[in-house]
Structures are given as structure tokens and as C-alpha cells.
């Protein structure tokens, strides 16, 4: 396992050569696999499955080899633990996938591997947190695209009711903002009542405003939240920008 961890291939292999137990699990449920996959050394990755390495052993918290690669954008195992058959539908103990770890820190070059290899788009975490919505939060915006174009579902939403639109207007992420308005004109409301506009004046973010405006958002729509601040007028050019919708409906 600190072989593994470590790359020391030579060391590793030594020790395999001495029957050390490939598939031996910490306390924690981690295998050398596991570690030498998490650390991207593709080199004993390979070693590892010479000698029997198996991709079905899970950490505590659900992981595998793939889920860790995956969410440290190790492209090179990724392709070698699909090859000897790593279940790219496995999960995390809160139903997160690899593809939805590799779209919250933004590996692109993983997610392409994932969903050319068959992983489901729209498949949600346990509290309905979907890769795409997660992405969209974390200001990736070449993974919302590439994930938009493979059939990931804008409107999809989280159990809190947010969906990805809204969280990106909120979060300043304009250019997540702007690919997704290009692959759906939809500005509805949310759960709560509140809307992607809603969330773009709450936050200051002047450009959100203007790109919702262009896609006819409601300026004039009452915010039905009754947790969100009451005033949403904090800042004066979004306000100014606001009453000129309402009055000539153009922004």
C-alpha cells in the first residue's frame, strides 16, 4: 500500500514477488488500488492487475479505484480501470457517481472518458444534486457544456428546489450562466418561488441580470421566499437596469 501510494513501482513489485496480499484492505476499506489509482500511478495500476488486482473493493464511505481517479482527474487510470472492467455506475454512500466527482472539480478530459464509456448524465446524488447542477456551482463551464450536449437535463433540481441556472446566477459563474441559456429559453420558477433573476440581484451580479433579461425574465415577479431579504434593490445600477425592463421591456 505506501508503495503504491508512493510509486515506487520497483518496490511494489518486489513485494508482490514476496506475496504480499494484493487486495489486503485498511481499516478504512482502501486497497494498494485504490491508492495507487487516487495518486494516478497508471504504472502500477497496471502492476496491480497483472497480479489479480480486483476493482471491487469499496472504502467505508463507498468508494472504489474509479471514483478516486476519477475525482482527482487521473485520465491515464481512469482508461486502464475501465479496461479491466471498473463499474462506472458505482456509487459513493450518498449515491454520488465518478462522473458527478470528476464534474465538481472539473476534469473534462474524465468526463468525456466516462460518458463515452456509457455513464448516465442525469444520474443525482441521494439529495438530487445532479453532475450538472454540481458543475454549474462550481463554475465549470466547458463541463456544463460538454455535459449539456450529452443530454444532461438544465431544469433538474436539487431537493431544496435550486436548480443549476439559479445556483450559477448566484455564484457569479456568467459563463456557466450563458451556456445554459443557450441550450434552454426556460426561466421558471423554483420551489421556493424564486427564480435565476431572483438570485442574480440577491448576489450584485450585474451581468446575470442583463443575460436573464435578454432570455425574458420577469422583472415584475414577486419573490415568494419568504427567507430571502425582502430587498432586492442593494444595488443601484441592477435597480436602474431593473426599471427600464418594467417600463420598455428592454434591457
Not at 64 to 76: F, I
Not at 206 to 232: F, G, I, Q, S, Y
Request: hydrophobic content about 40%; glycine content about 10%.
Amino acid at each position: 500500500m505506501v508503495a503504491s501510494y508512493s510509486g515506487h513501482y520497483d518496490c511494489a513489485k518486489e513485494l508482490i514477488m514476496q506475496g504480499a496480499d494484493i487486495n489486503l484492505q485498511r481499516e478504512s476499506g482502501a486497497t494498494a488500488l485504490f491508492l495507487a489509482s487516487q495518486q494516478g500511478h497508471n504504472d502500477i495500476v497496471k502492476l496491480l492487475f497483472e497480479f489479480g488486482a480486483s476493482t471491487e473493493f469499496k472504502t467505508k464511505d463507498g468508494g472504489t479505484a474509479l471514483s478516486a481517479a476519477c475525482q482527482h482527474g487521473r485520465s491515464s487510470v481512469v482508461e486502464t480501470l475501465l479496461r479491466n472492467g471498473a463499474g462506472m455506475h458505482d456509487q459513493l454512500n450518498d449515491g454520488a457517481t465518478p462522473l458527478f466527482l470528476a464534474a465538481q472539480e472539473g476534469h473534462l478530459t474524465v468526463i468525456r472518458q466516462l460518458l463515452s464509456s456509457g455513464a448516465k448524465v442525469n444520474h443525482p446524488r441521494e439529495d438530487g444534486t445532479t453532475p450538472l447542477w454540481m458543475a454549474a456551482q462550481m463554475g465549470h463551464s466547458e463541463v456544463v457544456k460538454v455535459l449539456l450536449l450529452r443530454g444532461a437535463e438544465r431544469d433538474a433540481d436539487r431537493k431544496d428546489g435550486s436548480t443549476a441556472l439559479f445556483k450559477a446566477a448566484f455564484k457569479g459563474h456568467n459563463s456557466v450562466v450563458e451556456e445554459l441559456l443557450k441550450f434552454s429559453p426556460s426561466l421558471g420558477l423554483l420551489k421556493n418561488g424564486s427564480t435565476a433573476l431572483h438570485a442574480a440581484v440577491m448576489a450584485g451580479n450585474l451581468r446575470a441580470v442583463v443575460l436573464l433579461l435578454r432570455a425574458n425574465a420577469d422583472p415584475t415577479l414577486p419573490n415568494m421566499n419568504k427567507e430571502l431579504p425582502a430587498d432586492l434593490t442593494k444595488n443601484e445600477r441592477i435597480l436602474r437596469l431593473l426599471r427600464t425592463r418594467m417600463v420598455d421591456g428592454g434591457c
